[in-house]
């Protein structure tokens, strides 16, 4: 049986590459008449990694991936792909039900260090391209990103 919280596991998946543990990577979204939403996450060990938000929401939850859980993913041009497979914990998949809002492609880019994934809010009818920078304390301020509406 398909359940939402196996499709939302399958969206989850990004190329077989990882930030440093302990880097921190942010943003601050704009949402105009809404307000701000700021995503912070940072790799804490091996298989478990967090995204703390603050602003519109407040949370802390929690993304696991298992190394020896791979799937073969042909990417935008149809080339064949190892992706990990991820699990958010409830704090997380609770906040993206409410909301119904999903997570795609997210990709590491090893030699930008940054982190990409598209952003979908239905209830907002938006979709938003998001890039998390490396911040080198977490203490900065994040890079501040306005939609394009």
């Known amino acids: ?18 930030p440093s543990i302990n880097k921190v990577y942010s943003v601050a979204l704009v949402f105009p008449l809404l307000g701000n939403q700021n995503i912070e996450f940072e790799r804490l060990k091996k298989n478990t990694s967090q995204i703390r938000l603050s602003g519109l929401i407040n949370c802390k939850g929690y993304i696991y991936n298992d190394i020896n ?13 190892m992706y990990m497979n991820y699990e958010l914990d409830n704090t997380l998949k609770n906040i993206m039900n409410k909301y119904r809002c999903s ?22 009818g938006l979709t938003k391209s998001v890039k998390l920078l490396n911040v080198i304390s977490p203490i900065l301020h994040p890079q501040v990103e306005h939609n394009d509406y």
């Not at 049986?1 to 998946?13: D, G, S, V, W, Y």
């Not at 859980?69 to 792909?81: F, G, I, P, R, S």
């Not at 997570?103 to 907002?124: G, Q």
């Open 103 to 124: 997570i795609e492609a997210p990709y590491y880019d090893v030699s930008n260090d940054i982190i990409l994934f598209v952003l979908k809010i239905n209830m907002l």
């Open 1 to 18: 049986m398909i359940t939402m919280f196996n499709i939302l596991a399958l969206t989850l998946t990004l190329a077989y590459a990882l």
């Open 69 to 81: 859980d791979l799937t073969d993913l042909k990417d935008a041009n149809y080339e064949k792909k």
